[in-house]
T-cell receptor, first 112, second 110 residues
Framework: DVKVTQSSRYLVKRTGEKVFLECVQD?????MFWYRQDPGLGLRLIYF???????EKGDIPEGYSVSREKKERFSLILESASTNQTSMYLC???????????FGPGTRLTVT | GQNIDQPTEMTATEGAIVQINCTYQ??????LFWYQQHAGEAPTFLSY??LDGLEEKGRFSSFLSRSKGYSYLLLKELQMKDSASYLC???????????WGAGTKLIIKP
């Protein structure tokens, strides 16, 4: 079974803090993704990575950065957290054909 | 532009059958996925269609018509545990990204 883990299930941070969200997968997948999910908006792609040290912006990259130093680990960084970044953050790892995505349990981040 | 439409919410009765529709308009198409997401949990993969027709997996079936840009997820013999959101997603030409619908919240009543 594919396992995708995220560093925290719940996180509360203050405005202006730097926030690190970490994601680890154990299936040697090349492609990994960070999404945020808000009610009524569905999943929105923040960044994805198709190889170590390779990254591409998704639909809503502003205010975020990412790091992929090792194949199994993909980190999302909020440089200076703001209240509009309060959301559920989901990491996904993409398998080989048919390229389905496997999700971690999610991190519910609250910025106060 | 890229667009995927699903109903926001549906209600059905335990033991019945429900069909959740998804229509899409995307610049490319390399397959359509259905995911199930229980409240507070991560989405889990249910089904994948790349060719026209019906794919059956136990109580769940998924249908695709590429010419119509249309898919549906059919759930039979509904159980209370089927109460969840159902997300439709289309894989674009890149093989990397999925374009996601907003999801359909399915409420099952006894």
């Amino acid at each position: 079974d594919v396992k995708v883990t995220q560093s925290s299930r719940y996180l509360v941070k203050r405005t202006g803090e730097k926030v690190f969200l970490e994601c680890v997968q154990d299936m040697d997948h090349e492609n990994m993704f960070w999404y945020r999910q808000d009610p009524g908006l569905g999943l929105r792609l923040i960044y994805f990575s198709y190889d170590v040290k390779m990254k591409e912006k998704g639909d809503i990259p502003e205010g975020y950065s990412v790091s992929r130093e090792k194949k199994e680990r993909f980190s999302l960084i909020l440089e200076s957290a703001s209240t509009n970044q309060t959301s559920m953050y989901l990491c996904a790892s993409q398998g080989r054909s048919p390229y389905e995505q496997y999700f971690g349990p999610g991190t519910r981040l609250t910025v106060t | 532009g890229q667009n995927i439409d699903q109903p926001t919410e549906m209600t059905a009765t335990e033991g019945a059958i429900v069909q959740i529709n998804c229509t899409y308009q995307t610049s490319g198409f390399n397959g359509l996925f259905w995911y199930q997401q229980h409240a507070g949990e991560a989405p889990t993969f249910l089904s994948y269609n790349v060719l026209d027709g019906l794919e059956e997996k136990g109580r769940f079936s998924s249908f695709l018509s590429r010419s119509k840009g249309y898919s549906y997820l059919l759930l039979k013999e509904l159980q209370m545990k089927d109460s969840a959101s159902y997300l439709c997603a289309v894989r674009d030409e890149s093989n990397y990204q999925l374009i996601w619908g907003a999801g359909t919240k399915l409420i099952i009543k006894p």
